[in-house]
Structure formats: C-alpha cells, structure tokens
T-cell receptor, first 113, second 114 residues
C-alpha cells in the first residue's frame, strides 16, 4: 500500500522568500506523485505531477518539485512567494494500475507581507 | 468544457435525514471518483466508477452510503440516516483512466449535519 507524509501542517514564509513544502512517500513499486493546491472552499487544482519522465518537474504558478528516490521524497518549491500562494497544499501518490490517489494530510501555507 | 461540477455546493441537514449529491464529470472522462475530506485532513478515497460500473469501494463507505452512475455520465452519492460524523467536504473527480491517471477535481459539496 502507498502512503504519504507531509512534514509540517503549517508553513509560514515572507513574501518573496523561498517556499519549501515537504513530502515523503512510501511505495513498493514505482510511484506517480502529484501536488495539488486547494484554496478556501474550493476543490483541488493540480500543480504538477511526476510520472518517471524527469526527476525535476515544473508546474504552474512557478512551482517545481524534485523526485528523489533515495530519499523517497517529492518536495515542492517556489523561489519567491507571492501573497496569492496562500492556500492548502496536498501531496498525493498513486501507482500504475491503481485508481485512487492517496493524499497526505496537507500543509497550510501562509504568506506574510 | 467547464470542468467537473458538483451540486449543491453546501448542504445543511439534521441528523437522521437523507441527502444526495450530484457530480457531473468532464464529458470525455470515463472514470469518476468520490473522496471525502474532513477538516484539516487530506481527501480520502470512497469509491470509483469506470463508465457505469462501480469497481472499487473503500471500507469508509458504510452501508448508509450508496453511489450510482446510471448512464456513465453524472454520478450521485446518497447518504442515508446522516450522522454528525458525516459532516465533511465531499469531492468528486474524473479522469481519462490512462496512466498516470491524473484526476480533475470539482469544487466539492460541504455537508453539515446538525
């Protein structure tokens, strides 16, 4: 079975600072990994996905994530935070042949002016 | 295409009442998923359909819950005899069903059981 652990339920950074949201996964077979963002009272929007094509994945809104098999990690980064990045971020894992996504508990990102 | 839509967006009900939610997936997507999200948690898988066939159900889906997708298009999720513990956001997603199975989510239905 797959699982995801997001380290830090709440991250706070200053506007313009680096954003780093941590995600570690567990999977006995090669995983597919996803980062989703959720704004208040809205559904989830896909930021980026890892599908084994490239370990460094670029997504929307300036976000990127790097797949590190040796560390079983898929951390999300953005060089310079904007106020509009304030939201809840979820890391999710799936594998080939599986249908469901398994989500982490989420990290709430707050941007300080 | 306007994406996945869900109706209603909010539902307040009294304990013991039945509720039904609707999800309209992206039109060309043959797979449809239901997830439940409680406050401060990530979404948890409930069930999924391929066309009209319900192929997997989570153990979270008690016998008070039933989901249908009668014509392989929209889906309904019914909760009978609601309990306060059913209060959550119910999310619907759809996909083409091709690996890596990228799922597109609707805005969700927030259920409050009083």
């Amino acid at each position: 079975a797959q699982s995801v652990t997001q380290l830090g339920s709440h991250v706070s950074v200053s506007e313009g600072a680096l954003v780093l949201l941590r995600c570690n996964y567990s999977s006995s077979v090669p995983p597919y990994l996803f980062w989703y963002v959720q704004y208040p009272n809205q559904g989830l929007q896909l930021l980026l996905k890892y599908t084994s094509a490239a370990t460094l994945v670029k997504g929307i809104n300036g976000f990127e994530a790097e797949f590190k098999k040796s560390e079983t990690s898929f951390h999300l980064t953005k060089p310079s935070a904007h106020m509009s990045d304030a939201a809840e971020y979820f890391c999710a894992v799936s594998v080939q042949g599986a249908q469901k996504l398994v989500f982490g508990q989420g990290t709430r990102l707050t941007i300080n002016p | 295409d306007t994406g996945v839509s869900q109706d209603p967006r909010h539902k307040i009900t009294k304990r013991g009442q039945n509720v039904t939610f609707r999800c309209d997936p992206i039109s060309e997507h043959n797979r449809l998923y239901w997830y439940r999200q409680t406050l401060g948690q990530g979404p948890e898988f409930l069930t999924y359909f391929q066309n009209e066939a319900q192929l997997e159900k989570s153990r979270l889906l008690s016998d008070r819950f039933s989901a249908e997708r009668p014509k392989g298009s929209f889906s309904t999720l019914e909760i009978q005899r609601t309990e306060q513990g059913d209060s959550a956001m119910y999310l619907c997603a759809s996909s083409l069903g091709v690996s890596p199975n990228e799922q597109f989510f609707g805005p969700g239905t927030r259920l409050t059981v009083l």
